[in-house]
């Protein structure tokens, strides 16, 4: 399929777009570099010696987006363009609102200009909220804490109106769990701007050198060792997840959600362990508050993706470790190695 990848030099977009070149799909890539550099495709390209056509360009802006529909006219796009960081959203409630918002508003109507009718959008399990059950099912109750969590939601009400008005439209929504990992060329890796929201990235750092110690948010919570659990995902699974997802959206109308998870939980601890074991290297911890918003657990029952999808999580937290370390010391400054 031609598939326009929103994003596509982001974190999860750039293993996407590999996937999706080795199973003969063409691509092409909208990024406005907000929380990315270019230096990304050249990897991507280099990796898969495959044709990558790229505009530089804002999710939010019509124009641009007519100009990409007529220049490479998508069958299907996959929507990773977006902010989502939970505690910038609190203090930039309206950007967070215009860019996964309007973005998506914009992104759709340029779509039904185009007539393109298929999308995969990139969702989160953070719009479940304080979990009235585990693991959570796409059925439980929706009720996001942050103002990211409930653009996710707002977008994913949206795509399913916009499916329910046409009867051959096709809106696949991934609820991710907690992306972590690497390539395994160790090429291509997440790299936070700044100091890192998420756990993984800031032990990775920590191990490296360039932070001196991991605060672990709660050790009071209701879990075996008192710290959170969270039902992490290599993102080369989640990346073949979309693939899997451009393969329903071939033949399925409708809108539905997915769990993209291993169905298993890890705490921090057992995090910080198995990256002291891929590493080689002592992480120094402290104890601090719990952090506001945070639940103390979280994990998927992803029987759905399983059965529907025909997808399944095949990476451990061993090679969730090992990547992530292999990335963080292959490049020491993330992608401004280079
Ligand atoms: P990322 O920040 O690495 O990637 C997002 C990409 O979108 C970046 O390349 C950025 O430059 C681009 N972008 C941002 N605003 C844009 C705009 N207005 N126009 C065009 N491009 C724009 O993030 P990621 O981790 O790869 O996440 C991708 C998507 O998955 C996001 O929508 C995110 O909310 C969602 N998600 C991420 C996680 C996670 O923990 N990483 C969990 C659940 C859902
Ligand atoms: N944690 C620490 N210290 C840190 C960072 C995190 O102890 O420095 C703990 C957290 O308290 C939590 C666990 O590590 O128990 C995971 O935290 P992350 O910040 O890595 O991930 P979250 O589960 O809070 O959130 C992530 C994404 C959200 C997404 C959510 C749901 O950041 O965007 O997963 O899947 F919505």
Not at 291 to 305: K, L, N, P, T
Request: proline residues 5%.
């Amino acid at each position: 399929m031609r598939v326009l990848v929103t994003g596509g030099a982001g974190y999860i977009g750039s293993h996407t777009l590999l996937e999706l070149m080795a199973q003969g799909h063409v691509v092409c890539v909208l990024d406005n570099y907000a929380n990315a550099t270019p230096t990304v495709l050249n990897r991507v390209r280099a990796l898969s010696n495959g044709q990558i056509t790229d505009f530089v360009g804002d999710v939010r802006d019509a124009k641009k987006l007519d100009e990409v529909m007529a220049a490479f006219a998508p069958e299907a796009v996959i929507h990773f363009a977006g902010l989502k960081a939970v505690g910038e959203s609190a203090q930039k409630p309206l950007y967070y609102y215009d860019v996964n918002i309007t973005g998506t508003l914009t992104l759709l109507h340029a779509m039904e200009r185009a007539g393109c009718k298929r999308i995969i959008f990139s969702s989160s399990a953070t719009v479940y909220g304080e979990p009235q059950y585990l693991p959570y099912d796409e059925a439980h109750p929706t009720n996001p804490m942050s103002v990211y969590g409930r653009t996710k939601l707002m977008a994913e009400q949206i795509l399913t109106d916009w499916v329910a008005a046409h009867a051959d439209r096709t809106a696949v929504l991934l609820r991710y769990f907690n992306p972590v990992g690497a390539h395994p060329s160790a090429d291509l890796g997440e790299d936070p701007r700044d100091i890192p929201n998420n756990l993984m990235p800031f032990i990775a750092q920590v191990a490296i050198g360039k932070r001196d110690v991991l605060e672990v948010f709660g050790d009071d919570y209701d879990t075996p060792d008192g710290t959170g659990l969270r039902d992490y995902i290599h993102v080369v699974d989640l990346a073949r997840a979309h693939v899997a997802a451009l393969g329903y959206a071939a033949v399925h109308n409708g809108a539905r959600p997915f769990n993209i998870g291993t169905g298993q939980n890890y705490s921090v601890r057992d995090m910080v362990a198995a990256f002291e074991i891929a590493s080689g290297r002592n992480i120094p911890t402290k104890q601090s508050p719990r952090r506001a918003g945070d639940v103390a657990a979280m994990q998927a029952d992803a029987s759905r993706a399983n059965a529907e999808l025909g997808w399944h999580a095949t990476h451990g937290l061993d090679d969730m470790a090992a990547s992530t370390w292999a990335w963080q010391s292959k490049n020491r400054n993330g992608y401004d190695t280079d």
